[in-house]
């Protein structure tokens, strides 16, 4: 069973713009949350995290936020710019930091000049 | 080193053989993770080392698939008697300590096995 889902394959957006990438889980017991970007041939490298404790963490262009209730969490990239483009997964764990991520399958994001 | 470096970044085997694959974390960690990426697929968790010693080895799919990390540094993931399914892109991640809230990963290995 995928514990962490990530429903769309891939996602198209203009330059500028703001991209939305989502993510839902369904174990109860995940309290901590992460966003990684992935190049081509690269490792997957950290963006953002979000606590349990809190519903949103912002970075700069890049904020997620976490509605615990409906188990979702999201990605914002306000403006989006084409060395955005990449593979993003989600990931998330119970109570052991980094330790045992589990990820998401990936969205695939194309920012388009 | 300046990031966690896995070699080799490219091993084709043939079914059946037996291969090493190894990671360098980054310097004084002493967190290690190694995960499996299948193609269209997020990772996915094999094992984790705390120091010199498997933490939790839960995601090893069976006794094929071993790891050591032997001083506490290096590791290496041992796979025999290879099959085809066991083609994928290794991962291996390093944190500075169990409850660090991130892990740094390396370049990956992809393995095919022909």
């Known amino acids: 069973d995928q514990q962490v889902k990530q429903n769309s394959p891939s996602l198209s957006v203009q330059e500028g713009r703001i991209s939305i990438l989502n993510c839902d889980y369904t174990n109860s017991m995940f309290d901590y949350f992460l966003w990684y970007k992935k190049y081509p041939a690269e490792g997957p490298t950290f963006l953002i995290s979000?606590?349990?404790?809190?519903d949103k963490n912002e970075d700069g262009r890049f904020t997620v936020f976490l509605n615990k209730s409906a188990k979702h969490l999201s990605l914002h990239i306000v403006p989006s710019q084409p060395g955005d483009s990449a593979v993003y997964f989600c990931?998330?764990?119970?109570?052991?930091?980094?330790?045992?991520?589990?990820f998401g399958q990936g969205t695939r994001l194309t920012i388009n000049p | 080193g300046a990031g966690v470096s896995q070699t080799p970044s490219n091993k084709v085997t043939e079914k059946g053989k037996y291969v090493e694959l190894r990671c360098d974390p980054i310097s004084g960690h002493t967190a290690l993770y190694w995960y499996r990426q299948s193609l269209g697929q997020g990772p996915e968790f094999l094992i984790y080392?705390?120091?010199?010693?498997?933490?939790?080895d839960s995601g090893l799919p069976n006794d094929r698939f071993f790891a050591v990390r032997p001083e506490g540094s290096v590791s290496t993931l041992k796979i025999q008697r290879t099959e085809r399914g066991d083609s994928a892109v290794y991962l291996c991640a390093s944190s500075l300590s169990p409850g660090s809230t991130e892990a740094f990963f390396g370049q990956g290995t992809r393995l095919t096995v022909v």
């Open positions: 990931a998330a764990s119970d109570g052991q930091g980094a330790q045992k991520l589990v």
């Open positions: 979000i606590s349990s404790i809190k």
């Open positions: 080392f705390q120091g010199t010693g498997a933490a939790d």
